[in-house]
């Protein structure tokens, strides 16, 4: 079992940063490919960035390429996502997710592919 725990949500303005964590236990850190995943309201969860086990290799949405950053510190069991220049249709409910596999698959980006899931924290960005 892994349990993970999101923190760093709040309320922003458009065009301003914010540093998401995800706090990670029951397995061993760096065994574990991550992803964040947001929901909006009315909307499917959709796939932010993911980055493997050691931290070698990271995806992105095309929509966040470039303003957002995924990484991991993995002796503090902890993923973090920068995100910067933040847009109003940005908010949603960002959750953390973990994958049993070191890895990053081709199937990175579907919710199905992940084993664990955080609760989620909101992120609210006003225009």
């Known amino acids: 079992q892994v349990q993970l725990v999101e923190s760093g949500g709040g309320l922003v303005q458009a065009g301003d940063s914010l540093r998401l964590s995800c706090a990670a236990s029951g397995r061993t850190f760096s065994s574990l490919a991550m992803g964040w995943f947001r929901q909006a309201p009315g909307k499917e969860r959709e796939f932010v960035a993911a980055i493997s086990g050691r931290g070698v290799s990271t995806v992105y949405a095309n929509s966040v390429k470039g303003r957002f950053t995924i990484s991991r510190d993995n002796a503090k069991n902890t993923m973090y996502l920068q995100m910067n220049s933040l847009k109003a249709e940005e908010t949603a409910v960002y959750y953390c997710?973990?994958?049993?596999?070191?890895?990053?698959?081709?199937?990175?980006?579907?919710?199905?592919?992940?084993?664990?899931w955080g609760q989620g924290t909101q992120v609210t960005v006003s225009s």
């Open positions: 997710a973990a994958d049993f596999r070191v890895s990053l698959p081709s199937s990175y980006a579907r919710t199905d592919n992940y084993d664990a």
